[in-house]
């Protein structure tokens, strides 16, 4: 969505209720959830929102800055909850400047634009924030933009339970699986055997399911490499720059345009 600047805003210093005018009140969201992610900036630092009433917003932090009355103000949507299917995000691309990024690091941002200066101009760049309260990845797209925009993005699903009559992962070992169903089996050989007397018998069925253990962690092992390693292998290769577009539009655009000589 895009920047929110209408109205004005008033706020005193070490608190954090924010009240806007009518004009501003009817321009912000209906509701703000604080899984959201939206933040709003009266100075230079940018305060979360966690709230909003009728002509307020309620910030996660005091206000720390001058006391402002009727006040400019911009309350943006910075960090975005993706679908709960999510896995891993691949390569991010906005075709109205035919531009694409690849997720960064949360450290990367900070190192760049702690107090996220740019306030318009369009996405430049996706930053990955790990999950949310609610489990679901979060990431925040910067700069802002005055008019709404549109990313399309590339991910890996996170991969459903199977149940009993689905077909198995063609990645999937079935040999590997049976190792694991052997330590019930063993169990309930063992508890047979106890419950008939054998004590005998179900001491060896119980030392086997205590053996399988064993050799079933080292084969959740296996799995887990091997799963990551399909990964590796099919996912988008990584690449070192923020973005590829076909306008020069920063510094960093202009030393990625001029030929080598």
Known sequence: PANITAGTVSITQDTTLITGDATAAAAWPDDIPIDEGWFIRLGTPWYRVVSRGALTLTLATPYTESTISSGTYILKHREFALPRAV???????????????????????????????????????????????????????????????????????????????????????????????????????????ASAGQWDGAQIYFNLRDRQRTIWEAYKRDLIRQDGAIDDLTFVTQHARRAESRDIRTAEDYVWAKPLS
Do not use: C
Request: no cysteine; charged share 20%; aromatic share 8%.
């Open 87 to 193: 896995k891993r995000l691949g390569i991010f691309s906005h075709q109205r400047y035919s531009a694409t990024m690849y997720p960064k690091p949360l450290h990367a941002i900070i190192l760049a634009d702690p107090a996220r200066t740019i306030v318009d101009g369009g996405p430049q760049t996706v930053v990955d924030l790990g999950s949310g309260i609610d489990g679901r990845k979060l990431i925040e797209v910067y700069p802002g933009s005055s008019t709404p925009e549109t990313l399309d993005y590339v991910y890996w699903s996170t991969a459903e339970h199977l149940q009993a009559h689905d077909p198995l992962p063609q990645t999937l070992d079935a040999s590997q699986l049976e190792e694991g169903v052997k330590i019930n089996a063993y169990e309930w050989l063992g508890n047979r055997a």
